[in-house]
């Protein structure tokens, strides 16, 4: 086991360097199945695209569900079936990005396995996780699945429009999420309002900017 | 891998036989994080425990949330925490029958890590899989993730009350089930408001008979 996360790391960092001398901000988005992952995609894609250059991988047990989601809205999407594997890992990652032109991208987003156990575990070359949690799931999965959130930079509480109709707790679910992450960036959003989804936006375009500025300095 | 799955199919061989020797039905409790499966279990103890003799065993990455829910109904419950693993195996619960009484048990449900991939490849020594999905995960679920479907004895369609609030199709979810095992029986229900629960409690007084009968069949 350890033997197999350390060359996971080994190609990790492979590819995160790829992604570096290219400029190009890579987020790794994870979240339980149904947590609202894709749908979040759809309309960051559609906010983002005549702004940013994006690219979407999309990882998956078996279908190419989400991939034919993203391939809808016009921007370059790679598929990644892990035949049943419970996450991605950095070598399947580094296939997929042979399929893509990184030459112009600024943004490239890899929706990860629906999961919010084992992808915590495995880096990919991301420059950053972000986790989404529907407040369906109920306030308690911070504390239950620390991992995830204490690795993810920004946490993302969608599904929102359904408070009125659950007992979900806003206030304990930030609280716990920031006890054990006190650097993560909240941002509560409804997908199917878009409330809320203009910190998720600014947040996503302060982060390439970063990366852009970084290189540029470097160079 | 192969050689952890085949050493994890002997332990559970030699689970299901104790408690085939005391005639225990046992259920494996499966679900994404959310999906409601310890709210369905406070449900099912509350309704079954002046009928039957039941226990519980608990799966956690780290917390003991669950289990302290459980205890609070007055029956059995043993926390296994699995300190970051993605699943139960059969040694932990090997473990775990240790601190439970068998002589008068009927029912013995296992709720399981929130997850849809890993714990469906692990058999822990259970009679029948259970698997939960919330109807906010959305109906493409079955066929992203079809393992846990084709394991299962009964599906349940939890949080009804939520339907007219989404855009979860049924009739879609149901078929999509049915097509991955035709001989699944399918349970839509509402923990919050009751609705479609006699379905479940019904399924599972006939699970204990026809085991409490098959044993008395072979005495």
Not at 9 to 38: D, H
Not at 106 to 115: A, H
Not at 116 to 133: M, Q, R, S, W, Y
């Amino acid at each position: 086991m350890e033997n197999i996360l350390e060359k996971n790391e080994i190609i990790a960092a492979e590819n995160n360097a790829l992604f570096s001398k290219r400029g190009i901000f890579v987020l790794n988005l994870l979240g339980s199945p149904g947590s609202g992952k894709t749908s979040l995609l759809e309309r960051t894609i559609e906010y983002l695209k005549g702004e940013l250059c994006l690219a979407v991988i999309e990882g998956d047990l078996f279908t190419s569900k989400d991939a034919d989601r993203i391939a809808r809205q016009g921007i370059p999407v790679v598929q990644i079936n892990t035949s049943g594997g419970c996450h991605l890992d950095a070598s399947m990652v580094k296939g997929a990005i042979n399929q893509l032109d990184l030459t112009t991208l600024d943004l490239l987003i890899i929706e990860n396995v629906g999961n919010l156990v084992c992808p915590a575990e495995f880096n990919i070359g991301e420059d950053a996780k972000a986790t989404v949690l529907s407040i369906t799931e109920g306030e308690d999965k911070p504390l239950k699945y620390p991992l995830i959130f204490k690795q993810s930079s920004i946490a993302v509480l969608n599904k929102i429009d359904l408070l009125p109709y659950t007992s979900f707790d806003m206030t304990a679910a930030q609280g716990d999420i920031v006890s054990i992450n006190p650097f993560i960036t909240l941002s509560p959003i409804s997908c199917q309002t878009g409330e809320g989804l203009g910190v998720w936006y600014g947040w996503l375009k302060q982060q390439v900017k970063i990366k852009k500025d970084m290189i540029n300095c470097l160079v």
